[in-house]
């Protein structure tokens, strides 16, 4: 009787204990797979960094295991060009590692992601694609050009100022057609004074000019002769010493 009794609780206590290990098994299990890296602790977002788009992938594994992150532009659903690769260890507060990536709006991007060896703990896509906003980074920015656009209203001002500027080239034209017609009366007034010669042969004829010409050309007229009468008699007489 008392080794049947001392089996039995041999048996109870070989069970309880079994029963006690799976349950840790159990526990244990379910603890490493929570702490295992997963593809829903991975997220993705477009952003801007001033007036340049980027693309930031969060990583929130607590187990902190190393990952390769992965971006892609999409094309009707295809990949149209890698973006870049880059490699992550995640934390429960979360990771975040950035792509420089110039995105346009409404554009289509795939994440892949590949964590453990040979991408046996994780080596999906983060779901859905990431679609980047509406808008593009230069768009939000501060420095719009809309507000330089207000300045610019001041160019009607400028063709109206073309208005009056028209009016004083015409004047201005008008003002060489008035010294032409000036110019013109200037010759007509020359002619009109033309007898001025006409007033100095009159200050001439006041001074007597006219009779001390003929004075002049008398006594020259003389002097001529007298000369002249002075040449023969000069020549007659070497004539005269000559024959002797």
Request: hydrophobic share 35%; proline share 7%.
């Amino acid at each position: 009787m008392a080794i049947l009794s001392i089996s039995r609780r041999t048996a109870r206590t070989v069970r309880i204990l079994g029963v006690a290990s799976a349950s840790a098994a159990l526990a244990l299990g379910a603890a490493g797979n929570a702490l295992a890296c997963n593809i829903k602790e991975f997220s993705a977002e477009a952003k801007c960094d001033g007036e340049k788009g980027v693309i930031v992938v969060t990583d929130k594994d607590p187990s902190r295991t190393e990952a390769v992150v992965s971006v892609f532009l999409q094309n009707n659903g295809a990949d149209a060009r890698e973006v870049g690769e880059l490699t992550v260890k995640g934390s429960r507060e979360g990771t975040t590692i950035t792509f420089a990536e110039d995105w346009q709006p409404n554009a289509t991007y795939r994440i892949h992601v590949e964590a453990g060896k040979d991408g046996k703990l994780v080596n999906e896509d983060i779901k859905p694609n990431l679609t980047t906003p509406s808008t593009a980074c230069k768009t939000e920015s501060p420095s719009t050009p809309a507000t330089p656009s207000a300045p610019e209203t001041p160019a009607p001002s400028a063709t109206e100022s073309e208005a009056p500027s028209e009016s004083p080239s015409e004047s201005e034209s008008a003002a060489p057609t008035a010294s032409a017609s000036e110019s013109t009366t200037a010759p007509a007034g020359t002619e009109n004074n033309a007898p001025s010669p006409a007033v100095g042969d009159s200050n001439l004829a006041e001074t007597g000019a006219d009779s001390n010409t003929g004075m002049i050309a008398g006594i020259a007229a003389a002097l001529v002769v007298v000369g002249g009468g002075a040449v023969f008699f000069g020549m007659r007489r070497r004539g005269a010493n000559s024959n002797r």
